[in-house]
């Protein structure tokens, strides 16, 4: 598990620090000077590793005890006893989170893939511009910074069956009235235009960053052998944009599977379970159900796919991340 | 790729812009033409438009908010003076926009003080297993809040917690603090060691080094981890859903969300609160777009 103490993790690794880079001074000279700065490091940094470890990985172990637990939530407190599986057998057995394990999968994989083609179409653009971008950056991280509850009102507002523009617009031409948070097909494409619309912004700004920062020689050299656009950007920046997309892709996937402000309010996870992703699910089971024995397996198998899918990850784009974030 | 090279701030789209403008070249196929042009005015109309249908529709009356009209007719402001308190209504609205200050700005204080510290240690330190350390914080930094909500939520049911300021401050400045770290200590390396030296003939702590001489360098730093850390509190929804569902500690999102009776959905009321709440965010984005930008590109680009 990647969710182990950082302390604990850190002393399991070898000195394997390239010298030279981190270190203030004098590398090598005094080695009772380095362990005193050394020292220093862990004491400045205890606070925040203090404060993180208590609310986040000490939960997270917590919330897997109590997936395996028997769970009493009585008025004024709840108990422990006894380990059992029947947390986890109630959950895979249970229709709606079979559901929701697959749609939050396809969503993610349909939303973030969407984004990533419409984002870097997009940094292609802004590239080339020369003016105004600076103007369009802006505009672009409107979307991004809005309340994500905001845009979820409205986009209900704007789906609505009776007042609704989009729906004024499909009427317009002609193509009936869709009652588009009515039924489960329409109301997922309305979820996906709501996040896309949220976030293609953020991807395209972080393909952009990438893109300036390409050699230029290159393109210079594939100008003179008489390349096409095409063939340049299949053969030349696709390639040496894949760090950038590695990581982009790995936040928007990792953000993807948490889904639960937009779909919470924008349809509710209706109708039925159609919008239910696994985050919705296990705080409805917890929170209104109060079946946190359930609850926390819920979370915990949601938490341990991300851990999965994040060091599949890191196998297959190793090379491309690790020359990123070393 | 070592870690000499990979770090350096200056290396972000928004400085690197102005660079990159000074010696435009011909070099990358033809200047945009008109098809792409299209394709700019078509994004933008999509961004904005969504935006502009709020705002005319925070001036809608009671008459115009339930037809699918352009223009409010006539133009009222009646939707704010309800969300804001006037007609003896309460002010719910302003509340929830002081719990959301309270709590936003506490959070970036305290993740500004703890992540410049472990930033410094991560960043300038000998420290052993510092890059494992640092992949466990980035994987922290993304975990759903899914996997620990229940836990917490006993917790601070047990402690007397639930609906209070530090129901939210704490996860908060937990959650964000990795980013923060991650932020500070790329900009903290950039700083050249002999800034340290410097202090340390001088004779003063390394507190005092850090506060006097580091930190004015690393300035762009602390303001994008502030940007990030802020607006993250004013966003966040599922934690101060399920902690503080009392209307006195209810933040904006959860007001916005609670809304309204069962029969009808005060949309006018939604607009002008929302509208009133995305103000400070996108100035403050709007003004530090910079730093955005360097901070939405630090996780993915270096080097």
Redesign the interface.
């Known amino acids: 598990m990647?969710?182990?103490d950082?302390l604990a993790?850190?002393?399991?690794?070898?000195?394997?620090?390239?010298p030279?880079?981190?270190?203030?001074?004098v590398?090598g000279r005094h080695d009772a000077f380095?362990r005193r700065?050394?020292r220093?490091?862990?004491?400045?940094?205890a606070?925040?590793?203090i404060?993180?470890a208590?609310?986040?990985?000490?939960?997270?172990v917590?919330?897997v005890i109590?997936s395996f637990s028997k769970v009493n939530v009585s008025g004024n407190?709840?108990s422990l006893n006894g380990l059992t599986l029947h947390n986890y057998s109630l959950v895979v057995n249970y229709g709606p989170w079979r559901y929701a394990l697959v749609f939050t999968v396809l969503y993610t994989v349909v939303t973030v893939s969407i984004e990533l083609v419409v984002g870097t179409?997009?940094a292609l653009?802004l590239?080339?511009?020369?003016r105004g971008?600076?103007l369009?950056?802006?505009?672009?991280?409107?979307?991004?910074?809005?309340?994500?509850?905001?845009?979820a009102?409205?986009?209900s507002?704007?789906y609505d069956q009776?007042?609704?523009?989009i729906d004024?617009i499909f009427r317009a031409v002609g193509l009936g009235s869709p009652s588009i948070l009515g039924s489960a097909a329409p109301s997922i494409a309305a979820l996906c235009v709501a996040d896309i619309?949220k976030t293609t912004?953020?991807v395209a700004?972080?393909v952009?960053?990438?893109l300036?920062?390409l050699p230029?020689d290159v393109?210079?050299a594939a100008?003179v052998d008489g390349a096409s656009?095409w063939t340049?950007f299949w053969k030349i920046t696709f390639p040496l944009l894949r760090p950038?997309i590695a990581?982009?892709v790995l936040?928007r996937v990792?953000?993807a599977?948490?889904l639960?402000?937009l779909p919470?309010?924008l349809t509710h996870g209706g109708p039925g379970f159609a919008t239910t992703p696994?985050?919705i699910l296990?705080?409805n089971v917890?929170?209104q159900d109060f079946l946190?024995g359930p609850?926390?397996a819920?979370?915990?198998t949601?938490?341990l796919l991300?851990?999965i899918g994040?060091l599949l990850f890191l196998k297959v784009f190793r090379a491309q991340v690790g020359?990123?974030?070393? | 790729?070592?870690?000499?090279t990979?770090n350096r701030p200056s290396?972000?789209?928004a400085s690197?812009?102005p660079a990159?403008?000074r010696r435009?070249?011909r070099?990358?196929?033809a200047?945009?033409g008109p098809a792409?042009w299209v394709?700019?005015v078509v994004?933008?109309l999509?961004?904005?438009l969504?935006?502009a249908?709020?705002l005319l529709?925070s001036f809608k009356g009671p008459a115009s908010?339930?037809?699918?009209s352009i223009l409010p007719h006539p133009w009222t402001t009646s939707n704010y003076v309800s969300a804001f308190g006037g007609n003896g209504s309460g002010d719910t609205s302003g509340r929830y926009i002081l719990n959301s200050v309270i709590v936003a700005v506490s959070t970036t204080a305290l993740v500004l003080v703890?992540?410049t510290?472990?930033g410094?240690?991560?960043?300038?330190?000998?420290?052993?297993?510092?890059?494992?350390?640092?992949?466990?914080?980035?994987?922290?930094s993304?975990?759903?809040?899914?996997?620990?909500?229940?836990?917490?939520?006993?917790?601070m049911?047990?402690i007397g917690w639930l609906n209070s300021y530090q129901a939210l401050i704490?996860?908060y400045?937990?959650?964000n603090?990795?980013f923060a770290?991650w932020i500070l200590r790329n900009y903290l390396?950039g700083i050249p060691?002999e800034m340290?030296?410097t202090g340390r003939i001088d004779g003063a702590s390394?507190l005092r080094t850090?506060w006097s001489i580091i930190l004015p360098q690393a300035l762009p730093g602390l303001f994008t981890a502030g940007i990030f850390t802020f607006?993250a509190c004013?966003?966040e929804?599922?934690m101060a859903l399920?902690f503080n569902s009392d209307n006195n500690f209810r933040t904006?999102?959860?007001g916005?969300?609670q809304f309204g009776g069962q029969y009808s959905v005060p949309?006018g009321m939604?607009?002008a609160t929302?509208c009133v709440?995305?103000i400070p965010?996108?100035v403050?984005?709007?003004v530090f777009?910079k730093s955005?930008?360097s901070g939405?590109?630090s996780?993915?680009?270096?080097?």
């Open positions: 990647a969710v182990a950082p993790a850190s002393s399991a690794v070898p000195a394997g620090e390239p030279g880079g981190t270190a203030p001074t590398v380095r700065l050394a220093l490091g862990w004491s400045f940094s606070p925040a590793l404060v993180i208590a609310v986040t990985i000490f939960p997270i917590y919330s109590m407190g709840y179409a997009f653009v590239e080339r511009m020369t971008r600076g369009l950056m802006a505009i672009l991280l409107i979307p991004w910074s809005l309340i994500t509850v905001i845009s009102e409205l986009w507002y704007m009776q007042y609704g523009i004024a619309w912004p953020f700004i972080i952009l960053a990438g300036v920062m230029r393109y210079e100008e656009g340049t950038t990581l982009a936040f990792l953000q599977f948490g639960f402000d919470f309010v696994l985050a296990g705080y917890m929170f946190f609850g926390a819920i979370a915990t949601t938490a991300v851990v994040c020359s990123e974030i070393s | 790729m070592a870690t000499v990979a290396t972000s789209v690197s812009v990159t403008r435009r070249r070099g990358r196929g200047p945009i792409m394709a700019v994004v933008v999509f961004v904005l969504p935006i249908w709020m529709s908010i339930g037809t699918t703890l992540g510290l472990a410094y240690g991560l960043g300038r330190m000998p420290m052993r297993g510092k890059l494992p350390l640092m992949m466990v914080l980035l994987m922290i993304v975990f759903p809040a899914i996997a620990v909500i229940a836990p917490l939520f006993l917790i049911k047990s704490l996860p400045t937990a959650f603090l990795p770290i390396m060691k340290e030296e390394p850090l607006t004013w966003t929804f599922l399920s904006i999102p959860v916005i969300s949309y939604y607009f929302s709440a995305a965010i996108a403050l984005v709007l777009r955005v930008v939405l590109t996780g993915a680009v270096k080097g």
